[in-house]
């Protein structure tokens, strides 16, 4: 892809199906290794996978990975849909840039990267190494009362997103981690996701980072008005349905998701958050979607309503609910020693082994 | 411990239980990072559990790893419960011996060491670097119809794996995984999860590498002669259990565990045969239980009645049914990335991040 002129309508353009021929081959391979056929389970899938994405059996090494954080604020929380302050979303942004937060932790562990866009986030924010100053908006209007953000606000962060993907592919990533900071963004990620998947929201939306049950009633009356609101609009394609109910860092993660897949690489996706961004990308761009490996299942109701809808498996299932990319981040050495079993292990042939009788 | 006094009894004498107090500072160090509290779900536990086992908070990071491939045969083959010819284990201690066997690339893409331990391989083995030749009998007898060792040979084996683990920790290992081959060996595994659990065959015995309705009604027949057998002969202390119904590399393993729980570092171990080792390990040394970490939950119905039967859940569910260590080499990232959280996040006093109202 050329850079400069990156945007999410160019990448959409640009995607292309899996090679078959490629995961073929992955499948193939996998019954000449020395264990029995199958015993790799998930390593086995996602290694036919990585094929396909790569369109080579087998497959690259999915390394270096960058885990991208993009943040953002929401005017839900006016709505006391969550006890942080929204404060925390910018001070939260400091400590990613300091090296301090878990997914800073879990990345250098894992060998990944990270890097932060502030794409959404309501304070002016001090330059940083590492922080991307891609500001669309100060902070989502409150989607319990009206749209979140207009058509092009949308549309910008989206760009935000396609642009740091094939950014960050051009610099060498091999894999691209979903992350995501923004006190109040599990309200419009139910909101999202109820939309998507026509549950209702007392079954998608969850306890965040753990609000009491009085706040939970409130949340989920919250996104039942937005629901309501958005229904009243009388639009139902999916930019108008992002626009509405979703948040700028969701929509980043939208456009990010979509990018890393138009650049054939795989693209990691985390909890509930990015979960919500993968349904909408979904729909913006279906062909997007086989490029995609869910991290992780989240212990938010809203994940696990999307994963279905989606029908994905998670790679890990660590009853994490921090977002950050902290579960993709932990799932990439799943996802890299799947690559490394077709790569490096040895055929039944080469090893002498017998086969069963 | 002293090195050459090293034996089952030894290591069983030196259990201590986790240190309560380091277990609490870091539970309570958790709840000062930059999260919202318990929002790292299984991170939180087992970072506890580390510090518990390394009686510091924040404990070390569990590195380097060792993995210890304990091989075995089994006179149960005898009776057709695996299409493998029993040749295969030599050949794949040959394959492990060669870096070409699944733990291998495991283990390099974790950076975990692989050991092989000749325990009870039928065939006599060519020397390689990273083999242990300690074999105690060149494979059991068929359990179907009599002990498939004597009590002595079981102690000899429990011994292997209490040096094994010894050694391993004095060479530098913070961490120990549990690895086996040995064709066959789901069904003794599978005769003393049963005898352990009270469960009967049919529920615990499952397709192993992979086998047939007819090989499986077969092999659940066999596991219920076996546990007749066991019966009838009127013993049931945990020693006798493991001599009737089990195997040299899964008497070793328990060994192992127990020796490496005497050692204060955590065990990862892996699927059906090791949880059937466990599962013995725990009623000879209840004290070692708690230095273990279940990695994976393999597909074998033997594996979930032993976790459920020993209360503990594992790190992992990736559809694995391989062995080798597999599932809890993988785990051995995720073990690791706890311990770095506790050690390496910032706090909020420290980050100037806003604590929840």
Known sequence: MTFDAVSFDSVVAALQPLDDQAARQAAEHHDRLTKPRGALGRLESLGVQLAGIAGVSPPPVPEPATVVVFAGDHGVVAD??????????????????????????????????????????????????????????????????????????????????????????????????????????????AALIAACTGLPAATVTGRGTGIDDATLALKVGVVERALARFRNEGEDDALALLASLGGLEIAALAGFIVGGAAERVPVIVDGVIALSALAVAARLAPAALPYCIAGHRSTEPGATAALEHLRIEPVLDLELRLGEGSGACLALTVVQAAAKVLGEMATFDAAGVSDKG
Chains 1, 2 share one sequence.
Not at 85 to 90: G, S
Not at 114 to 143: K, M, Y
Not at 154 to 165: I, T
Request: aromatic content about 2%.
């Open 80 to 189: 006391g849909v969550t006890p942080w302050p929204q404060e925390v979303t910018a001070q939260m942004v400091a400590n990613f840039a300091a090296g301090g937060a878990a997914i800073n932790v879990l990345a250098r562990h894992t060998g990944a990267d990270v890097l932060v866009v502030d794409v959404g986030v309501a304070s002016a924010l001090d330059p940083a190494p590492g922080l991307l100053a891609r500001n669309v908006r100060r902070g989502t209007a409150n989607l319990a009362v009206e749209p979140a953000m207009t058509q092009d606000e949308a549309r910008a962060a989206l760009d935000v997103g396609a642009s740091v993907a094939a950014d960050a592919v051009a610099g060498g990533a091999r894999a691209l981690i979903t992350g995501e900071m923004g006190i109040g963004n599990t309200t419009p990620a």
